[in-house]
Every structure is written in C-alpha cells, then in structure tokens.
C-alpha cells in the first residue's frame, strides 16, 4: 500500500523570500513517480513538477525545484522568489511502479505569502 | 490542448438519493480518476479506469459505483447520499503510464 503524508497544515512567508513544504512517503515499489500540485483559491488543480524516483538529480521547473531524499522518503518543494500569486494549497502525491495507475495524494500544505 | 468537464457543478440531493457525475474529457487520455476532497482537506481517491470498461477500486470506493463505458467519459454513482454529506468531487485524467494529472472544475454535492 502506498501512502503520502503532509505535516504541514499551513505556511506563512514573505514575499520574495524561498519557501519549503515537506512531504514524505512510504512504498513497497523499488520505483515509483512523485509529483506537486497547486490548488489555487478557485479550486482549480494544476501539476506543477515530478521526480522519477530512478532519477538521482533533482527536478526544476521555473522558480520550482524539489529536494528528493531517497533514503528518507522524502520529496520536498522548494519554491524560490515567492509571489504572492504562489498563495494556494499545494499537494504532493505519488504512483508506483508501472503497471499500477493508482495516484495517492497528501492532506496538502496551505501556502500564503504575504506582501 | 484539451479540457475536462465535470455535470454538474453543482448537486443538490437528498438523503438516500441515488446520485450520478459524469465527467468528459478530450484529451484522448486511456486513464480517468474520481477523486473526494472534503473540506480543507487532501483528494482521496474513489475509482480509477485503465481504459474503457476497466473499474479499479481507489481508496474510498465504499457507498460508490463507476462506469466507463466510453474512453471519453467516466461516471461517479453515490449509491445511497449520506444527510449533511459535502464534498467535491474531482475528475482526473492521464495518459497511461505517465502519471501526470489533468482535473475537471469539480461537482460540489450537497445533501440535505
């Protein structure tokens, strides 16, 4: 059974300054995929990033990166240079190995920035 | 691109009711999920489809029944509407084996 747990309720940051939200995971797959998503206030959900577990090199997209700790379980987003349009509720989630479709999310983290 | 609509966006029923959600999307995707997200709180998975005619069971399948009948469409049954039940229901798609998540606006049920 695959499951993704999200500690962080809520985070308040400045604007412009480097926020990270926590995430971690537990699998019985040797590989599997993880991924973030950001609900923004009217509800629509976006993907924002993945990591391939099989990957060693961390993800970046724009201003988002992630911080994979294999050996932890752990897949952090790092979001740099906030804005205050990154305000939203982000989810991590994660899909095992091929052959099961199956995609586990996280309770989510509730991100504000403030001006 | 392509999109994901979600009938209706809102639902209004009644203890007991019987109640169904349909979602249609265009991206020619083999995969399609039904999500529950109460409240302030994550997406639970209900359903997933493979391809058509296939019904996995997520997490929260119980009270539930799916259909896929057509790769385009992936309905959502609540077999017996619980009273003072709210929640929103997301619909999902992807291409198989890729993993990544495409969402409809979401039905938001309420139950009186």
């Known amino acids: 059974a695959q499951k993704v747990t999200q500690t962080q309720t809520s985070i308040s940051v400045m604007e412009k300054t480097t926020v990270t939200m926590d995430c971690v995971y537990e699998t019985q797959d040797s590989s599997y995929f993880l991924f973030w998503y950001k609900q923004t206030a009217s509800g629509e959900i976006v993907f924002l990033i993945r990591?391939?577990?099989?990957?060693?090199e961390n993800a970046t997209v724009g201003h988002y990166s992630l911080n994979f700790q294999k050996p932890k379980s752990s897949i952090g987003l790092i979001i740099t240079a906030t804005q205050i349009e990154d305000s939203a509720v982000y989810f991590c989630a994660m899909r095992a190995n091929y052959g099961n479709e199956k995609i586990t999310f996280g309770a989510g983290t509730k991100l504000t920035i403030k001006p | 691109g392509g999109i994901i609509t979600q009938t209706p966006k809102f639902l209004i029923g009644q203890e007991g009711q019987k109640l169904t959600l349909k979602c249609q999307q265009n991206f020619n995707h083999d995969t399609m999920y039904w999500y529950r997200q109460d409240s302030g709180k994550g997406l639970r998975l209900i359903y997933y489809s493979i391809t058509e005619n296939d019904l996995q069971k997520g997490d929260l399948s119980e009270g539930y029944d799916a259909s896929r009948e057509k790769k385009s469409s992936f309905s959502l049954t609540v077999t017996s509407a619980q009273k003072n039940e709210m929640a929103v229901f997301l619909c999902?798609?992807?291409?198989?084996?890729?993993?990544?998540?495409?969402f409809g606006a979401g039905t938001r049920l309420s139950v009186l």
């Open positions: 990591q391939d577990s099989y990957k060693k």
């Open positions: 999902a798609s992807s291409i198989l084996g890729q993993g990544t998540l495409y």
